[in-house]
Nanobody
Framework: VQLQASGGGQVQPGGSLRLSCRVTGFTLDRPAIGWFRQAPGKEREGVSCLSTLNDIVHYSDSVKGRFTVSRDAAKNTVYLQMDNPRPEDTAVYYC???????????????????WGQGTQVTVSS
């Protein structure tokens, strides 16, 4: 099982950025998968999670209405579209999967069974 996150970088407040997470070793047709972030001095937070079984999504209140999680099963890739980012969205972003469960809410709350490496996102003008 491998998760490879990419797409991080610097973005201006109000801009857009898309993160990608390419996965190998499992298929995107049952487990819950999502995006987490950790800023310096803060706890890791589940921000956007997707059930690949029923397409139910969960967003944290801090990103609701601005971030969108989606998948392309044919490409074994999950995306995080970040629109209108704010300086407080600056963090290392990780993708993670719970291979034993399909609940997007549970994934965001409990965390994943498997993690990818992080990608840094910096929101700054």
């Amino acid at each position: 099982v491998q998760l490879q996150a990419s797409g991080g970088g610097q973005v201006q407040p109000g801009g857009s950025l898309r993160l990608s997470c390419r996965v190998t070793g499992f298929t995107l047709d049952r487990p819950a998968i999502g995006w987490f972030r950790q800023a310096p001095g803060k706890e890791r937070e589940g921000v956007s999670c997707l059930s690949t079984l029923n397409d139910i999504v969960h967003y944290s209140d801090s990103v609701k209405g601005r971030f969108t999680v989606s998948r392309d099963a044919a490409k074994n890739t999950v995306y995080l579209q970040m629109d209108n980012p704010r300086p407080e969205d600056t963090a290392v972003y990780y993708c993670g999967v719970d291979l034993g469960h399909s609940s997007s809410y549970a994934l965001c709350m409990r965390g994943p069974s498997d993690w990818g490496q992080g990608t840094q996102v910096t929101v700054s003008s």
